[in-house]
């Protein structure tokens, strides 16, 4: 329901709004937008029934503009993100600025034909001067960004400053492409990017392998003949066409946003490139649905940076929380790595106490493990708990407040026993294939089999069991771990009753 106001408070809350805004933006540059639903003032809950019952034309033209906008952008730039060529968006963005300002110039008036000519010429001459410095000249591909980036943004504020001291009607609403406005896209704008989105989509599908192969490897590409430099100049076409057409919905100081962050998402949360195109174009859609979502909800909330924001959000949610890329994944993978590398290596302390008496006997106290690990026995009581916990290791009877002491004894369990001869057959193999193979001194090998130990897969520790011949010593004489001590409670050096043999003895 409408809140009821008069004619002249509306006026008033409008001055109020206009200066609120010209007082928050007075320190950066003058950037305008309009949001869906500038024309009608609602509560917040009747313009959330409002904008997704679709009835408002306006409000479906934006919508549809929006979704079609975020899909061309996010197919798009994901070639520009996996050719780190994100600054192209850029370029291209601000290259159009000039040929916006010479298509309004070309008949004195607001003609979508000629500004859409005149913009797309531009862009690609922005793309042709880009190559012609970096292959005349030692500049790298970034500066000659840099350069044509500033430099076309700047002739092309230059005219659109001369054409507002023009005396000539109908260039009103040319500042929506610098700055855009969604609310005022009409069904042949909605049209024209539904052309372009279904084209760019289709030059994409028709050519995806040589798009593929020369966005991964342009030299390769070029060796088993495929035209690079046509397939560039094609992307830069349709990236053109792409930016051209999402001006009015968002202005060329946002475009680019559209272009590389939904892209840089799903470059998250992937590593197949088809799978990366139809997350991109996803997150793009969503994007301009939710910008243009929030940007219905209030009064005088634009719509293109709404978008942006979105995209924003979604590309920090895919930072944070992308299964294989996202830091939470990675530093969870790294705590566990960490504790997982930990808890080997006081299995394999607990293996080295043994192994020093012969294997007589089948537990140790807690005051030589700590002494073995070179910390003291407090320390130890957390890699402890985190072998018990693990079923790893078993532990005598604790005192009545809960706490371990030092003459208290440790003892494997199968389990546990098990993976410390793993360990500690990894260890030794590797000192003995560096030795062998690679030809390391006998005291250089320690270091890395201490990191190596804990990655070796089982394929290849029998690959270097058959390398090495099933050998039994290690290069310091240490017995190796055979197969069937992983298998059985049967220490290396002990006979079948757990006896040691005759070559028990170890150094």
């Not at 010429?121 to 350069?147: F, P, R």
């Not at 760019?200 to 030299?219: C, M, N, P, Q, T």
């Not at 030795?435 to 006998?442: D, G, I, K, S």
């Not at 409670?489 to 028990?504: D, N, V």
Request: aromatic residues 10%; contains cysteine; neutral net charge.
């Amino acid at each position: 329901m409408h809140r009821p106001t008069t004619k002249i408070a509306a006026a008033h809350g409008q001055w109020i709004q206009w200066i609120c805004l010209f007082i928050l933006l007075a320190g950066v540059s003058p950037v305008e937008g309009a949001r869906v639903g500038d024309y009608v003032e609602t509560h917040w809950s009747d313009q959330v029934a409002r904008f997704w019952s679709f009835d408002d034309p306006a409000v479906r033209f934006a919508v549809m503009g929006t979704l079609l906008m975020g899909v061309c952008c996010g197919v798009l730039g994901s070639f520009l993100v996996v050719r780190k060529f994100a600054l192209v968006g850029d370029t291209l963005a601000h290259a159009v600025c000039p040929g916006i300002a010479l298509g309004f110039l070309w008949n004195v008036s607001k003609d979508p034909l000629a500004i859409f000519i005149g913009a797309t010429l531009a862009g690609l001459l922005g793309t042709v001067v880009v190559h012609w410095i970096k292959a005349t000249t030692h500049l790298k591909e970034d500066s000659a960004l840099g350069m044509v980036l500033s430099g076309f943004y700047a002739i092309g504020i230059c005219l659109f400053s001369m054409i507002q001291n023009l005396e000539v009607a109908n260039k009103s609403g040319l500042d929506k492409f610098m700055f855009g406005q969604a609310a005022a896209l009409a069904e042949n704008d909605v049209k024209l990017m539904a052309y372009i989105t279904l084209f760019s989509l289709g030059v994409i599908i028709l050519f995806y392998k040589e798009f593929l192969v020369a966005s991964f490897d342009s030299v390769f590409a070029r060796a088993i003949g495929v035209p690079y430099l046509f397939f560039h100049y094609t992307m830069m076409v349709l990236l053109t066409f792409a930016v051209v057409v999402s001006l009015q919905a968002t202005g060329l100081v946002l475009v680019s946003a559209l272009l590389i962050t939904p892209a840089a998402t799903a470059y998250l949360l992937t590593d197949r490139m088809h799978h990366m195109l139809i997350l991109a174009a996803f997150l793009g859609a969503l994007s301009g649905l939710f910008g243009a979502f929030l940007s219905f909800l209030g009064n005088g909330l634009p719509t293109g940076p709404f978008m942006v924001v979105s995209a924003s959000v979604l590309f920090a949610l895919g930072f944070l929380f992308a299964p294989r890329h996202g830091w939470v994944p990675r530093w969870w993978r790294r705590r566990r790595r960490t504790a997982r590398i930990q808890a080997e290596n006081t299995l394999k302390a607990i293996y080295q106490v043994m192994e020093r008496r012969d294997f007589s006997e089948d537990a140790i106290r807690v005051a030589e493990l700590a002494s073995r690990r070179n910390v003291s026995v407090a320390a130890i009581e957390s890699e402890l708990s985190a072998l018990v916990s693990y079923n790893f290791v078993t532990r005598s009877a604790a005192q009545p407040d809960g706490q371990f002491v030092d003459d208290k004894t440790i003892a494997f369990t199968p389990s546990g026993w098990q993976r410390a001869c793993e360990i500690v057959r990894n260890h030794r193999l590797w000192e003995l294939y560096l030795t062998n193979a690679a030809l390391y001194a006998v005291d250089h090998v320690h270091d890395d089999a201490e990191k190596i130990e804990h990655i070796l897969g089982e394929d290849t520790v029998r690959k270097l069991e058959r390398c090495l011949e099933h050998p039994e010593n290690d290069p310091h004489g240490k017995r190796i771990p055979t197969t069937q001590n992983l298998h059985s409670y049967a220490p290396p050096g002990t006979g079948p009753e757990g006896r040691p043999t005759s070559h028990g003895g170890h150094t």
